[in-house]
């Protein structure tokens, strides 16, 4: 039977895609030796957009993570998330080559990325400074839908990602877009092309129909897939390694993972979710509106919140409706980061001002003249293009190009000499004040793990309506549980 081998995402995507990253470092910490004996292929450990939510947000110094946590796993291989990419900021190359320098320094020698626009020339120059910081990528493919993207394109493109000579390449569908009918066209397209290069599958649950795209790539010989731990599984996240596994086996193939091993996994998280209000990720019904507009689901939250301060709550479908227009316009452009948020920030503009384009971002004129990849402004509406570029306001981004101080330039502006190559990372990042309140914070909240007698003991009592106080004593340890009259 075939092995089919798992790449664990429970950390990094499963908590970006449900908790918004508001997952605390200790939280983590406590289920990090426990997640090392599940038997996963590689783990996704942490990712770019971390840094900037554990310094502004939690106050916690990502780099306690990165340290802490990799010291925990012996067995799985660990992955950085983002290569050289920094989403929409355009932080200097210079502190994202130190970053990744300093993510290899803690033995994490791995990672994934892509390029918005699936452009593998611009992947090769990113994958040849990685190789010289001793790190090795893993090239995404990714899917969307749009009538660009057709099996002939994904044909090539999967041609141009094996000529790099990555890792392996990962097949992507970040907006939960495939359907089985499509499955089972691009898979046999994507690994013949792909030759001796190994391929992974990573898919989101947004339509609902991932787990089902999986089982049909398994038929094709895919053999090796992306998934996450409940409750950090299925909503906008991976598939369940539980239902992941029972179907490959089913199928005549044998999952290389310890499903028993997981389930003190899924039971510490499930009570970090329940005690810390965070969702509980779930199955999704179908919805095919999902596939007219391609808006990621963590979009359309942002929006709604953007909408509801203009006191236009009631315009979020026809932005949406407006966004599948927009990406049209722009020469259907695929819906990740920057180039989704781009899309649907000028389709809620459009829909506010009450008129297409009177008004536009700056990131939709650095998108017309190709800031964000030729291909936006090669690919354009023409008269689009000209009604964006037509302002005065472009004439002031026509010359731009991104500074690309030295990394001495860069340690003058933020802090001198005395500053960590860690700290000095963050403080470009995150800003000078952020990380000194984070400094000043303290070392992260240490977590008891869930699965500990204790902390069981203590989660059922408190679940009792029945008792005002209650009193464990054991040895020298002595704890009291008071029921406070409301």
């Known amino acids: 039977m075939s092995e089919i081998h798992f790449i664990d995402t429970t950390l990094r995507d499963g908590q970006l895609s449900l908790w918004a990253l508001n997952m605390r470092t200790g939280a983590m910490l406590a289920a990090a030796e426990q997640m090392d004996r599940c038997g996963f292929q590689s783990m996704e450990f942490f990712g770019f957009s971390g840094f900037m939510k554990l310094v502004r947000e939690q106050k916690e110094n990502p780099w306690d993570w ?38 290899v320094s803690h033995g994490i020698t791995l990672t994934r990325t892509s390029n918005p626009w699936n452009d593998y020339g611009a992947l090769k120059t990113e994958m040849e400074d990685l190789r010289k910081l001793g790190m090795e990528m893993v090239a995404n493919i990714i899917y969307s839908v749009s009538p660009r ?15 790099l000579r990555p890792y392996r390449v990962c097949f992507k569908d970040v907006g939960g877009l495939l359907t089985p009918e499509r499955t089972r066209a691009l898979v046999p397209v994507v690994l013949k092309n792909a030759g001796d290069i190994p391929v992974e599958f ?6 609902g129909l991932a787990p089902v795209c999986y ?16 409750p950090l599984a299925n909503g906008s996240s991976q598939p369940s390694i539980f239902n992941v596994a029972r179907n490959a086996r089913a199928l005549g193939c044998t999952p290389i993972v310890d ?7 899924e039971e510490h998280f499930s009570f970090i979710a329940k005690r810390e209000g965070h969702p509980i990720g779930a199955p999704r019904e179908y919805d095919y509106s999902v596939y007219l507009h391609q808006v990621p689901g963590g979009m359309i939250s942002n929006l709604r919140h953007q909408l509801r301060l203009v ?12 966004a599948g227009r927009v990406r049209a316009e722009f020469g259907y452009p695929i819906m990740v980061t920057p180039l989704a948020q781009f899309v649907g920030s000028q389709a809620a503009i459009n829909v506010i001002v009450g008129e297409r384009y009177k008004e536009v971002t700056d990131q939709s004129i650095q998108y017309a003249l190709g800031h964000w990849g030729k291909e936006g402004s090669q690919l354009m509406d023409s008269n689009v293009k000209d009604k964006i570029l037509s302002r005065p306001r472009a004439k002031d981004w026509e010359q731009w190009t991104p500074p690309d101080p030295s990394l001495q330039e860069v340690r003058r502006k933020f802090g001198g000499p005395g500053v960590s190559d860690e700290e000095l990372v963050l403080r470009v990042i995150a800003g000078v004040d952020s990380v000194k309140a984070m400094l000043a914070a303290g070392s992260p909240k240490e977590y008891l793990n869930a699965k500990q007698p204790l902390v069981t003991l203590i989660g059922e009592l408190s679940k009792r309506n029945n008792y005002h106080k209650i009193y464990i004593q054991k ?10 009259e409301n």
């Open 149 to 163: 993207h057709t099996d002939e394109y994904y044909a090539e493109k999967a041609r141009q990602a094996a000529a």
């Open 311 to 322: 006191g236009m709550a009631d315009k979020l479908q026809a932005t949406l409706e407006e």
């Open 259 to 265: 499903e028993e091993a997981i389930k003190p996994v």
């Open 475 to 484: 040895g020298d340890l002595s704890l009291r549980l008071e029921r406070r």
């Open 215 to 230: 089982s049909e790539a398994l038929k094709l010989g895919m053999r090796i897939l992306h998934t996450a731990v409940p």
């Open 66 to 103: 990165i340290r802490l946590g990799a010291q925990r796993f012996r067995r799985t291989r660990l992955r950085y998330h983002g290569g050289l990419g920094s989403g929409f900021e355009k932080i200097p190359r210079c502190v994202l080559k130190l970053m990744a320098e300093r993510v």
């Open 202 to 207: 990573h898919a989101h649950c947004n339509s």
